[in-house]
T-cell receptor, first 115, second 115 residues
Framework: AQSVTQPDIHITVSEGASLELRCNYS??????LFWYVQSPGQGLQLLLK??????LVQGIKGFEAEFKRSQSSFNLRKPSVHWSDAAEYFC?????????????FGTGTRLTIIP | DGGITQSPKYLFRKEGQNVTLSCEQN?????MYWYRQDPGQGLRLIYY???????QKGDIAEGYSVSREKKESFPLTVTSAQKNPTAFYLC??????????????FGPGTRLTVL
């Protein structure tokens, strides 16, 4: 069974600083990896996804993530955060079986931005 | 606009009552999902349905029931057997192309509070 670990429950960064959110996964085959963002009281929005190919994936809002198979990681990065990036971020891994697509989510990382 | 709607946004229930949460999508997606979100626990899968008139239990199905009579609708009933129903409930859907893993789209959520 697949699993996802987000080791940082809460991260605080200054506006304009760089950001890296960690995600480690466990899955026996090639994983399908996702990063979602959630504003308070809202649903989840997809930031980016990795299926195959280039291990550096570009997403919306200036985010990127790098898949490192040797480290079982899929960390999310942004070179310069904006106050509007304050939210909760979820990493997820998908198991691709025909007729049985399911996602397993990490516990999330809450991002706070300070002026 | 295509998307997923969940209603109501806020729901209050007395102990011992069943309550039904609505989820409707006009994305023509085949598969639909229900998740429960609690602080610090990420998203946990309750039920999912790959096709009309068929559904499977997720990781925490006890105390919940679903139906899938129409492709666009996947209501969730929280029964009195659910011991701790106060939570944020998210509905999601996915297009099944059979070729690659597509992203899940999420609704805005329903916050259920048991009084």
């Amino acid at each position: 069974a697949q699993s996802v670990t987000q080791p940082d429950i809460h991260i605080t960064v200054s506006e304009g600083a760089s950001l890296e959110l960690r995600c480690n996964y466990s899955y026996g085959a090639t994983p399908y990896l996702f990063w979602y963002v959630q504003s308070p009281g809202q649903g989840l929005q997809l930031l980016l996804k990795y299926f195959s190919g280039d291990t550096l994936v570009q997403g919306i809002k200036g985010f990127e993530a790098e898949f490192k198979r040797s480290q079982s990681s899929f960390n999310l990065r942004k070179p310069s955060v904006h106050w509007s990036d304050a939210a909760e971020y979820f990493c997820a891994v998908g198991a691709f079986n025909f007729g049985n697509e399911k996602l397993t989510f990490g516990t999330g990382t809450r991002l706070t931005i300070i002026p | 606009d295509g998307g997923i709607t969940q209603s109501p946004k806020y729901l209050f229930r007395k102990e011992g009552q069943n309550v039904t949460l609505s989820c409707e999508q006009n994305l023509n997606h085949d598969a639909m999902y229900w998740y429960r979100q609690d602080p610090g626990q990420g998203l946990r899968l309750i039920y999912y349905s790959q096709i009309v008139n068929d559904f499977q239990k997720g990781d925490i199905a006890e105390g919940y029931s679903v139906s899938r009579e129409k492709k666009e609708s996947f209501p969730l009933t929280v029964t009195s057997a659910q011991k701790n129903p106060t939570a944020f409930y998210l509905c999601a859907s996915i297009a099944k192309t059979g070729q690659a893993y597509n992203e899940q789209f999420f609704g805005p959520g329903t916050r259920l509070t048991v009084l």
